[in-house]
């Protein structure tokens, strides 16, 4: 089916301005649909400030420069330089272990004139990375392949993981498995390591998991045992969330958020925001923002004309939903509280330039089939 | 490199797994996404209202509003006790993080004691959470522009203004008004108490004073809190997390207290205040209106000012008030005395009434009495008598204490305890006080009881005279008066003559009213009150040089209690004993003769001899009172009563 499709685009000779200009029209629309949902909550959750509204804007900017930066570079570009961007992501990484500054307990930032974090880079490497690796390979990868692919997303996870910052480094080591994934890794193996998985996790709790990680798990079974302390965040917001009801409280009229009663509100726990004030019918329409832009993300990769583009092209795309299942889940307290940003709705964060970045990618993938091949 | 790969690479097959996978994730992705969307229907629509509850919970509180404490007002309408506006620095303690730092960096700006602060931390303790308390009272202008300027340093802290009890008279009513104090610990378990014995629900009392912070702890001020307090108000007002009111949805207003009017004449008591402390004197005058049992004034000195108080007092400033003086000491209700001889014309009278003596018995005095086959001598006063034989009148006139010793002997302490009950003596006068105290009038069963003896004649002879056993209070004394002025008749005391809310006035009637002694035979009592004018005139009354030239008629009697029991061929010498081992001065009266307006008694701890000492004051106070505030008519006096001829000439 996919070759079917991308047979009949051959015969489009002329393609239109956009396509030209490396943009995928269905998925700059959901994208911007999902920015203008963001500067919608982002209003109401600041306070009504137009200066927060104003800096959102201003990232959402920057973001889309860097996807519209980024389609232009073709596929095989990328791939090629793929190496070499991840052993800078590493370089980086150690870097920041042995330089690197430290806020809230975390050392995660290094400065080179800007402060930034190198494993937002991660984030883009490991999958390019493996990606890259494995697209030459004969798939379903072999037991060698797996064996080195699994190393190249450990290292950096675990890099990410000691400093601590637990949130990012499932991420990454989330997108470098959805490549293995989608190159075919056997079912047998997924169970395996999901057996294994479950295994380690009580290890992982005893040796591995610092002390605030653990109040985090332990918040999340049981939020009332300490109501204003460390489960206050999960009350509050599944209180905002629930008195929202099917149609919400109206937008600047959630009292949770207005009254300041849930913390985080613009940043991480921002849905709880769009929950109370546009309830039900909000959320279902954000979730359907969320699968339009994921389907159109799939539907770029099964067109994919090489393994590298696909699997980078699905991978990325999975992760997206992994940003956003993670958060959803920890707002509506089905998962322990980890960090992390309701993707393109949060504000603030580097976050929003990886997470175009990625969609860059994809856009470039999807306009540079015709050229590539031709 | 490339021809190698194609020749491995299955790009079909590839493509087809790839498809699956696609497929395989989108399937897991919708999937999951319809996990959240169940989980948001579970909290949306499933347990809604649960959660809507607790979103109301958050941000709604209902906050009770204080009422305005009601007024107190004399006879005359002037002001007695008002409310003024004061400020405080307050505290929601559980709107502070830390709440240790925090007063720590008050403590940098402004002037808080430890004393304030342990009282605060006391308070947080025990009262309603959410509410405010103060930390430190009395704020001045500077001092609230100051933390006003702070004010974003500190969360949960504020300027609040609250009224505040004042009284613009201070010292010279403080033990009429008494004063307010915070509620305390013990005031919170008298008001679940409260709540149980009158069958209410608990928590009803509690909840009334859930806006208030202070309440009478003496005085008018504790016996009629109840109706003095008024009603709590609220206010449903939506907060910020912090607690900050954002907005008043619905508020219920406070019920201010009740006003009260006083029988009290503000110029009679300052006027008897500031004659008694010219004279330096410690003591108590009590005035009452004889055809209400209204009391007219109500003095202890020395005394003290009770705005002190407001915002709490100092240790300091409190250690200043325990003086062996005790001027926290209320004497007009509290203090017990020997009432000496002005009991002598209700003695008078209930012989007469018993029978035990008629209006011409005579009885020798050789100036000292002594009960049969005895030898211990009952000295009189007058170490050579008042003449060979001695009646009734000539007796209360002349303060003849042999007469009263051998009276006393005839009526037997259980006719002396029935017949002085009846005068009040031994009960409470039943005056608005709580404090009020009951002295002691002997009987068999109280001095077995309280003394584990048996009681002896010798005992009954000193109350004869009105020492011994027996103590009194001023107020008891001058209600005693007021029954001789009234004829018999008995109210119970009262400082509040009504009440008033929202211009609806309400009389006080106290629960009882009146009790009237029987006087049957009326000559009995004219016999008594005649001699108790007669104290008030030459030749021989008592007090005749302290109302010499009134310009009415008085009636009255002295009295000069021992506060030191003098051995048997000792001589009272003043000059010898110490300052309080003094007599203590006494004098009963009232006036005018005919129409009494004012019965009054007055007790000077250790100021000597009652004639020489307290009945000037008595003097002077109903000169004040009928001269000057009523200017009783001399005319009008003067014909109704002969012998009154003398001192109106004058």
Known sequence: MALRTSAANTHKARRSLLWRLHIDVPLLLGLLALMAFSLLVVYSAGGESLALVERQVIRFGAGLTVMFLLAQVAPRTLKEWAPLFFLIGIVFLLAVIFFGESSKGAQRWIDLGVRFQPSEIMKLAVPIMVAAYLADKALPPTLKHLVISLALVLTPTVLIMI????????????????????????????????????????IMWYFTMEEYQKGRVLTFLNPESDPLGSGYHIIQSQIAIGSGGIYGKGWLNGTQSQLEFLPERHTDFIFAVLGEEFGLIGIIILLALYLFVIWRGLYISLQGQDSFSRLLGAALTLTFFVYLFVNIGMVSGLLPVV?????LISYGGTSIVTLMASFGILMSIQTHRRLHSA | MLKRREAIKDVGRETSMF????????????????????????????DHNKYQTQSENNRIRVQPIAPVRGLIYDQTGKLLAQNRSIFALEIVPEQVDDMNDTVERLRQMFDITDEQVEKFLEQVKFRPKFNSYAIKTNLDEQEVAIFSANQHFFAGVSVEARLERYYPYAASLVHVLGRMGAITQDDLVRMDEKDVREKKE????????????????????????????????????????RGRIVRVLEREEPQAGEDLHLYLHLGLQQKISQLMKEKGVRGAVVAVEPSTGGVLAMVSEPSYDPNMFTGGISSKDYQKLLTPERPL??????????PASTIKPHLAFLGLKEGVITPSTRIADPGWFSLPNNDHRYRDWKAWGHGATVGVMQAIVESCDTFFYDLSVRLGINNIYDGMRQFGFGQKTGIDIVEEK???MPSRDWKKSARGEPWYNGDTVNIGIGQGFWTVTPLQLANATAVLANDGIRYNLQLVREFSQDNRFEANTPVMAYHQIDTSDGSWLDLVKDSMKKVTEPPRGTARSAFADAEYIAAGKTGTAQVKSIAQDEEYDATKIAEKFHDNALFIGYAPFEQPKIALAVMMENAGGGGSNAAPLARDIMDYYLLDVLKVNQAETASTDEESKDGAAN
């Open chain 1, 339 to 343: 960090g992390l940003p309701l993707p």
């Open chain 2, 329 to 338: 000491y209320n004497r007009a209700v509290q203090g017990t005395y020997p």
């Open chain 2, 438 to 440: 009951v002295g002691i």
């Open chain 2, 202 to 241: 608990m928590g009803t009392t509690r909840q009334r004073y859930a806006a208030t912070g202070k309440m009478g702890k003496l005085g008018l001020e504790r016996y009629y809190e109840n109706r003095l307090h008024g009603e709590v108000g609220s206010e449903k007002v939506e907060t910020d997390v």
């Open chain 1, 163 to 202: 400093q601590p910052d637990l949130g990012t480094s499932l991420l990454i080591a989330a997108s470098g498995f959805f490549v293995i994934f989608f190159a075919g890794l056997k079912w047998r193996y997924i169970v395996g390591a999901l057996g294994i998985g479950m295994i380690l996790a009580p």
């Open chain 2, 19 to 46: 498809f699956v996978r696609c497929v395989i994730a989108l399937g897991i992705v919708i999937g999951l996404m319809v996990f959240l969307l169940v989980r948001e229907f579970k909290l949306q629509v499933i």
